[in-house]
Every structure is written in C-alpha cells, then in structure tokens.
C-alpha cells in the first residue's frame, strides 16, 4: 500500500458517493492501523502520513424553535413524549437518554451522574424545573432500573413512533440528535457562554461547541439594539 494507492481509493470512495466526512473517517482508521504496525514492527513506513484529508462542510446545525418543539411533542407517541423532553432540555444522546437509570438520577432529582458516555468520560447534567419535573413523573411510574422503559424493559428502538411524530408535527430534514442542537442553540441565545455549554454537552474541546458561536452573537447584536429603546442621544 503506498500513498498513490490511497489517493485512489479516497477518488473510487468519492466517485462512489460516499461523504468528504466519512471518507476522512476511513483515512484516520486506515492511518491508525499502520501506526500500530509500525509499532508492532510490521512495517517502517505509514503510506497514509502524508495524504490529505478531503475539505468538509460546515457541521450542521438543525435547531427547532419552541413552537415547532411544542407541535412535536403534542404529535409524539405518550411513550416518547418525556424522551423528547429530556432530549431537548439537557442535551443528553440518544443512548445516553435510553441508558438512563434510576441509580444514576440524584435524589432530589436535580441532576443526573451520566457514566456511560460516547466520550467515554463521566459528566454530571444538571436539569432545569420542567426536566426535573419529567423524572419526578417518571418515577411514580417507575417499574425496574431503567428511568425509559417499556413494561419494565428498557426502550432500544424509537424510530417508528419518531417518524410519526415528526410526520404529524409536520416537521422535515430533523433528527432525534437535533434536540441536542436545539437545546444547546436555545442555551446560547438564552446567554449561556460557550464554555458552560461544551460543559453541558460533554464536548472535549470548545472547538466542537462554537458551532453556536454565531446564535451568541445574534443574541449580543439583538441585546445591544434595545439600547435605541432606553438611550436618546
């Protein structure tokens, strides 16, 4: 394998449709593998070192306004509804939501002590009235270790009643990670800093968090025209 046999498998990825994102995935694996081989002793050379990587767009950033977020949970299946809630008001994951057990919630149900994260780094999420208020509910309903659940078995699929409620509300181009968007865009605009927001999400770097940076700026723009309102000069 040398770098000309990788730049043609990056055009055969590329030509095959595959994303810039995913193809650079498969590079960064590929780059791996030989550094390890290198290691071991298998090889003296890493062929991928020196290729580059392909130009990525902007990472999406798909938020819901409140009444757009409003309709999805009146459209939601009663099973998702406190999901969704959950979703859109801690920024948890997906898995991280469905994992969730009643072990992990504080007592006095102000936060959550998340253990089993895609970072693999423990976080602590601490919730706002109406998320706590979720979990308050849940738990006179609670039936074994798992706060989401169904019959007392933990939910592993939600995709159905999701497509459905997304179709009643009447919603297009959104997935269920975007209410971590649209918790995170609603926390910027609503003043949080960007640090206490990576902190929120679990980011490793604020990098990953100034996606948001242009919705604090607004918020910024927004705050110092209503000076017009107060100051006459």
Known sequence: ITPYRVEEFKALRLAGGY??????????????MF????????????????????????????YLAPDELERLIFAAPRHLVPIIKIAALTGMRMGEILGLM???????????????????EARTVFLCGAAR???VELRTKARGS???HHGGRRFTYINNGWRKALRLAGIDDFRFHDLRHTFASHMVMSGADLPTVQAMLG?????????YSHLSARHIREAVAKLDEVVRI
């Open 19 to 32: 994303a810039p994102a995913s193809i650079n995935r498969d590079l960064a694996l590929l780059k791996n």
């Open 35 to 62: 550094t390890v081989a290198i290691l071991w002793g298998f090889v003296e050379e890493n062929p991928v070192r020196n290729v580059r990587l392909l130009r990525e767009p902007p990472p999406r950033t798909r």
């Open 102 to 120: 009643w072990e992990d919630v504080a007592p006095d149900g102000g936060s959550v002590r998340l253990t089993r994260t895609k970072t693999g």
């Open 133 to 135: 208020a979720v979990l």
């Open 146 to 148: 798992f706060v989401f």
């Open 203 to 211: 980011h490793k770097t604020i990098t990953m968090t100034m996606r």
